[in-house]
C-alpha cells in the first residue's frame, strides 16, 4: 500500500482513521498487540455508526463522512464552481490516491490473521429498524449516497470526480450535512457554529390560517433563493401565531436548495460582523435567526444590529439576509418619558427616533395577528381533518372553545395544543 502524508485533506490526522490505517500498514503475523488495537478501531466504528444510524461498510461510511466535513481549499473551490483547473486539482488528485486506497482496502487479511475480531459485522453492519427523524436522517442518507458512489469507483481519478461532483451539489463541511446552527462563543474564544441536531419538522403547511402573512415570506424568500433582491424580514405580532414555526417551515421547505439558518441570541450580537465574514463567500444561502427579539430601555445590543443591518462600511452579503420575530411592533421598549420636554434630554425627537430607526432597517415587516372566532374554528377543523379526529364537529367545536377560555385565548398555538390533548385522549 502507497504510504503518503496529505497536503490538502486531513483526513488521516482523525483518530480513529490514523489508527485504522496504522493497522492496515502492519501485515505481519498474528500479533496480540495489534489485534487489540485493531479491535478498539472496530469499536469505535461501530458505536460512531450506530449512533449516526449508518449501514453497510461502516470504515468506508466513516471515511465519507471525513470528506463531507474537511473543510481544504479544493473542497471549497469545488463547492463555488465545480470542477477547478491548475496545481489545486492536481494537490486533490495526490490527496485522493492515498484515499482510495485506505477506502478500498480489503480486510480479508484480518479476518485469517484475526479470525476472533468481529470484521464482518464492520464490512456488512445492518443497523436496527428505527426511524431516525430530522437532520439525523438528512446526515444519513448524505453519507451513505457519497460513501455509494465512491464504492463504485474504479480508479483515483473516478473518485475525485464523484467527490467534486458532490462538493458542488451538496457543499463541504457541517453546511453540507446540517440545515440548522446556534452561534457558540465559548468563554470569548472566537466564534463557531454549532449543528443543532434535530430541527422541528414544521411544514408552511401545518400553518393554517395564515396565509398572507405566510404567502408574503415566503415570497421573500424565494427572491432570496434564486438570487434576486430580497428583504430582512421582521414577523410581528400576538404570541402563539406561527411566526418563529413560520421560519421553521421556511427553512424545511427550502433546506435542498441550499437555504441555512443560524440561531442568534441578543448577548451575542456584537459577534455580527465576524459571523457574516464567516458565512459571506460560501455557496448557501444564509438566514441569520433571532427569535423573540425586544429590548428594554437600558439594552444597548440593538446598536449592533442596527451597524450590521444597512448601517456599517462593508458591502452587504448578497448570501446573508436577517429574520427577526417579535412581540413587539417596534421591538425596543419606549416610554413616555421619551417625548416629554421636560426630561434632561434637549433632543428628545432624536432619542425617539433612534429607537424607531431599527425597525425601519426590516426592508419587511410582517404583521401575524390573533383568530378571530370564525378563524380559530378553522385552524381547529383543519387540524382535526389531518390528524383524523373523528369527533363531531359541534363538539369539537365547544371543547376547543372551552379549552382556549383557560389556555391562552384564541391563537394557532392554542388549537395545536387543544388538538395533541385529543390526540393524546384518544388512545
Not at 427579539?293 to 437600558?298: G, K, P
Not at 448601517?311 to 412581540?327: Q, R, V
Request: charged share 25%.
Amino acid at each position: 500500500m502507497k504510504i503518503q502524508k496529505n497536503l490538502l485533506y486531513q483526513v488521516d490526522e482523525n483518530q480513529i482513521v490514523s489508527e485504522m490505517i496504522s493497522c492496515m500498514n502492519h501485515r505481519k503475523a498474528y500479533e496480540k498487540e495489534m489485534e487489540s488495537r485493531l479491535q478498539n478501531v472496530i469499536g469505535a466504528l461501530l458505536r460512531h455508526g450506530t449512533s449516526k444510524g449508518y449501514s453497510g461498510n461502516l470504515w468506508k461510511c466513516f471515511l465519507a463522512e471525513q470528506i463531507v466535513m474537511d473543510t481544504n481549499p479544493y473542497a471549497l473551490a469545488c463547492e463555488k464552481k465545480g470542477e477547478v483547473t491548475g496545481t489545486l486539482n492536481a494537490v486533490a488528485l495526490y490527496d485522493i490516491e492515498m484515499i482510495y486506497s485506505y477506502f478500498m482496502y480489503d480486510f480479508t487479511y484480518f479476518s485469517e490473521v484475526y479470525p476472533d475480531l468481529p470484521i464482518d459485522l464492520l464490512c456488512n453492519f445492518t443497523k436496527d429498524e428505527y426511524v431516525l427523524t430530522g437532520n439525523y436522517k438528512d446526515v444519513q442518507q448524505v453519507v451513505e449516497t457519497l460513501c455509494f458512489e465512491m464504492q463504485q469507483t474504479s480508479s483515483p481519478k473516478e473518485m475525485k470526480e464523484v467527490i467534486t461532483a458532490f462538493y458542488k451539489k451538496v457543499g463541504v463541511g457541517i453546511f453540507g450535512l446540517y440545515k440548522a446552527f446556534r452561534l457558540n462563543d465559548y468563554e470569548n474564544k472566537g466564534i463557531f457554529l454549532l449543528p443543532i441536531q434535530n430541527v422541528e419538522t414544521v411544514q408552511l403547511d401545518d400553518l393554517v390560517g395564515y396565509e398572507i402573512a405566510k404567502n408574503k415570506l415566503i415570497a421573500n424568500t424565494e427572491a432570496f433563493i434564486n438570487g434576486r433582491p430580497a428583504n430582512n424580514c421582521l414577523l410581528f405580532g400576538d404570541a402563539g401565531t406561527g411566526k418563529s414555526s413560520s421560519v421553521k417551515g421556511i427553512l424545511n421547505a427550502y433546506f435542498k436548495d441550499g437555504l441555512r439558518i443560524v440561531e442568534i441570541y441578543k448577548h451575542q450580537f456584537k459577534h455580527l460582523n465576524d459571523l457574516m465574514e464567516m458565512l459571506k463567500d460560501r455557496n448557501y444561502r444564509f438566514i441569520i435567526y433571532m427569535d423573540d427579539l425586544s429590548f428594554e430601555d437600558y439594552e444597548i445590543e440593538y446598536k449592533y444590529l442596527k451597524g450590521v443591518i444597512e448601517g456599517g462600511l462593508a458591502c452587504k452579503a448578497d448570501n446573508i439576509l436577517i429574520y427577526a420575530t417579535s412581540n413587539r411592533r417596534h421591538l425596543i421598549r419606549e416610554n413616555y418619558s421619551d417625548k416629554e420636554e421636560f426630561r434632561e434630554d434637549m433632543h428628545t425627537t432624536e432619542t425617539v427616533q433612534e429607537k424607531l430607526s431599527l425597525v425601519a432597517r426590516f426592508g419587511v415587516s410582517i404583521f401575524f395577528c390573533r383568530p378571530n372566532r370564525k378563524e380559530f374554528a378553522k385552524i381547529v377543523t383543519t387540524l382535526a381533518k389531518r390528524y383524523h379526529i373523528s369527533m363531531q364537529e359541534d363538539k369539537l367545536l365547544y371543547e376547543a372553545n372551552q379549552w382556549e377560555l383557560s389556555h391562552g385565548g384564541l391563537s394557532g398555538r392554542t388549537a395545536k395544543q387543544f388538538i395533541d390533548y385529543i390526540r393524546g385522549e384518544n388512545k
